[in-house]
């Protein structure tokens, strides 16, 4: 059986040209490249190289050994992270959200159905979420837009408003709603962990300027004590005590502050969002 270290120490030859830059990017001495490639070919029983004054280059044979090689490579790779996501599957679950909302009320549902597990949760762009989900890094995420693909199930799990919150001195505090325009060029406090929520907030007001708090509870307690203005949503009001206590809340009427979000798994997975739901 060929050993795994021939192979890679194969491939970083074909990538890097010569032994001694394959040997560098290895992290070994050249000699030990040289070595290993002439155990391949002995344990091939097959001419990989053909062999010039003072270098060594890939022959036909040898390029096909290479391709062999990076697949078998990455098929350990694969193997390896499968193996790796499954045992933690049977002791975590974790879940990832494009924004801490949905998962203020998620977590507390996740934590009484996998009792014998450990829940974790992050906050991520789309684009992460989904590649940690085909990986199996994540059981479930949370998209605020639904996806129409076989290998996904994708159902409606909850509706998003966005607030400004101010002091009942503020000017906006005897409005009904109010647009981003409006609240434009303030000074805002902020939760750093807000998700596609900032991109919004900075998009539709580029003149506002943003201070950002790394503790949640944090924002509730400086925005009670301050003048300036901060953010809530019909799920926050509702789970943080903080964002009603001596704030008024003014709903933004932009369309783009409303997310309507979609609890995805794949189909694999779909008795537990099944059960979930």
């Keep these: 059986m060929i050993e795994m270290y021939l192979l890679e120490q194969l491939c970083a030859f074909k990538e890097y040209g010569t032994l001694s830059e394959a040997a560098e990017h290895l992290n070994i001495a050249q000699p030990s490249v040289s070595r290993a490639m002439?155990?391949?070919?002995?344990?091939?029983?097959?001419?990989?190289?053909?062999?010039?004054?003072?270098?060594?280059?890939?022959?036909?044979?040898?390029?096909?050994a290479a391709e062999y090689a990076k697949r078998i490579l990455?098929?350990?790779?694969?193997?390896?992270?499968?193996?790796?996501?499954?045992?933690?599957?049977?002791?975590?679950?974790?879940?990832?959200?494009?924004?801490?909302?949905?998962?203020?009320?998620?977590?507390?549902r996740l934590t009484a159905l996998f009792a014998d597990k450990v829940v974790s949760s992050d906050?991520?762009?789309?684009?992460?979420?989904?590649?940690?989900?085909?990986?199996?890094d994540y059981r479930f995420i949370i998209l605020n837009r639904p996806l129409d693909d076989e290998k996904y199930i994708c159902k409606e799990y909850i509706t998003e408003q966005l607030y400004i919150s101010v002091n009942?001195?503020?000017?906006?505090?005897?409005?009904?709603?109010?647009?981003?325009?409006?609240?434009?060029g303030q000074h805002f406090i902020m939760y750093s962990?807000?998700?596609?929520?900032?991109?919004?907030?900075?998009?539709?007001?580029?003149?506002?300027?943003?201070?950002?708090q790394e503790n949640l509870e944090a924002v509730g307690e400086i925005a009670a004590n301050s003048d300036l203005p901060s953010f809530s949503t019909?799920?926050?009001?509702?789970?943080?005590?903080?964002?009603?206590?001596?704030?008024?809340?003014?709903?933004?009427?932009?369309?783009?502050?409303?997310?309507?979000?979609?609890?995805?798994?794949?189909?694999?997975?779909?008795?537990?969002?099944?059960?979930?739901?």
Aim: overall charge positive.
């Design 123 to 136: 906050i991520e762009t789309e684009e992460a979420l989904l590649q940690k989900l085909n990986r199996n």
């Design 234 to 277: 019909n799920i926050t009001q509702k789970i943080l005590p903080s964002r009603q206590n001596g704030r008024i809340n003014v709903p933004f009427s932009n369309p783009e502050a409303k997310a309507n979000y979609y609890l995805i798994c794949l189909s694999e997975n779909k008795r537990m969002i099944k059960d979930l739901l």
């Design 38 to 64: 002439k155990k391949l070919e002995d344990e091939l029983g097959v001419a990989l190289f053909e062999r010039q004054k003072n270098k060594i280059v890939l022959n036909q044979t040898g390029l096909l």
């Design 193 to 212: 962990r807000v998700g596609f929520w900032e991109n919004i907030v900075k998009e539709k007001m580029p003149s506002a300027n943003f201070y950002k």
């Design 168 to 184: 009942h001195f503020h000017p906006i505090a005897t409005q009904k709603s109010v647009t981003f325009a409006e609240a434009d």
């Design 74 to 108: 990455d098929e350990e790779r694969n193997m390896e992270a499968q193996i790796k996501a499954f045992d933690r599957s049977l002791h975590t679950v974790n879940i990832g959200s494009i924004a801490p909302g949905p998962l203020m009320v998620l977590l507390p």
